[in-house]
C-alpha cells in the first residue's frame, strides 16, 4: 500500500521509517505499513545492514520523494521483481559478456596506452585463470575474437551459483564496465569500487587525458559512477551480518 501510495503522489506522505525483523529478513515500513515493489511485492532485505541503509534512504526524503536519489530501494526493487523469478536467465544474460570482456580488447597503438591496458587489465586476466581457471584469450583490436567454450562456461557458473541479491547488484557492475571479470573480482573483494571503475573506463580516462573532457561526458561517467558505487556498496550490504531493528520517525 505504502508503495502504491508514494507512485501516486511525490509528495512525501509518512512520518516514521523502520526495518523490522520478519522470519529472518528485514520489512521497510512507512508509518508501520509495509512498503512494497512496484509489482506489489513486500520490499523485504535479507540483512540488516541493507534494511538500514533502504530506510535511511527513504527516511531522506524531503517534502517531495525522489527515487533517483534511492539506489539501495532501486537495487532491492529489481532483485525482488526482476531477477528473483528466474535467477539463471538474469545469470545468463550477464555470462554472455564473459565472450567479449573489455579486458581482452586491447589497443596496439599508441604505446603508452597498450602498456596501461597492459597494467590495469593483465591482473584481471590471472584473476579469471587462477579463481576459476578461465583462459581467457588477448588479442589486439575490435575483431570478435571466440573465447574457449569451457572458460565461457566457468565464469557463468559462477553467476550460476550466485543469489537474486548479488545478481541484482552485478548487473550494473558488468554493464557500466563492459566486463564480467572486472566485475567478479570486485564481488571477490580483489579489487575496490575505484580501482574496478577506473578499469573499466580506462580508454575514456586515457582519451580524456590526452584531449580534455567536455561537460557532457564528464556528467554521463559521474552519473556511471555513482551507479557502479551505489551497486558496489549494495553487495557489501549483502555481506554485512548486523542484526537487530532500525526505526526512524
Not at 174 to 199: Q, R, Y
Amino acid at each position: 500500500m505504502a508503495q502504491q501510495e508514494y507512485r501516486r503522489q511525490v509528495r512525501r506522505f509518512y512520518t516514521a521509517v523502520a526495518a523490522v525483523p520478519e522470519d529472518g529478513a528485514w520489512r521497510i515500513t512507512l508509518d508501520g505499513r509495509p512498503v512494497r515493489t512496484p509489482k506489489r511485492a513486500p520490499l523485504t532485505l535479507p540483512t540488516a545492514a541493507l534494511a538500514a541503509a533502504v530506510a535511511e534512504e527513504w527516511d531522506a526524503q524531503g517534502d517531495k520523494i525522489l527515487p533517483a536519489t534511492m539506489p539501495m530501494t532501486g537495487l532491492a526493487n529489481a532483485a525482488i521483481d526482476h531477477v528473483q523469478p528466474d535467477p539463471q536467465a538474469f545469470a545468463a544474460g550477464l555470462a554472455a559478456y564473459a565472450e567479449s570482456d573489455l579486458v581482452c580488447y586491447r589497443a596496439d597503438t599508441p604505446a603508452d596506452l597498450v602498456a596501461r591496458q597492459s597494467t590495469a587489465w593483465d591482473p584481471f586476466v590471472a584473476f579469471a585463470l587462477r579463481r576459476y581457471d578461465a583462459a581467457l584469450c588477448v588479442t589486439a583490436g575490435i575483431t570478435h575474437v571466440a573465447q574457449d567454450a569451457a572458460a565461457v562456461q566457468r565464469l557463468a557458473a559462477a553467476l550460476r551459483s550466485t543469489d537474486a541479491w548479488k545478481l541484482a547488484a552485478m548487473q550494473p557492475l558488468v554493464t557500466i564496465t563492459g566486463s564480467l571479470v572486472v566485475a567478479l573480482a570486485l564481488a571477490e573483494g580483489e579489487v575496490d569500487a575505484d580501482a574496478a571503475f577506473a578499469a573499466g573506463h580506462l580508454d575514456e580516462l586515457y582519451q580524456a587525458e590526452k584531449w580534455g573532457d567536455d561537460a557532457e561526458a564528464t556528467a554521463a561517467r559521474t552519473a556511471r559512477r555513482a551507479a557502479f558505487e551505489a551497486a558496489a556498496r549494495f553487495l557489501s550490504l549483502l555481506d554485512a551480518t548486523s542484526a537487530g531493528t532500525i526505526s526512524r520517525g
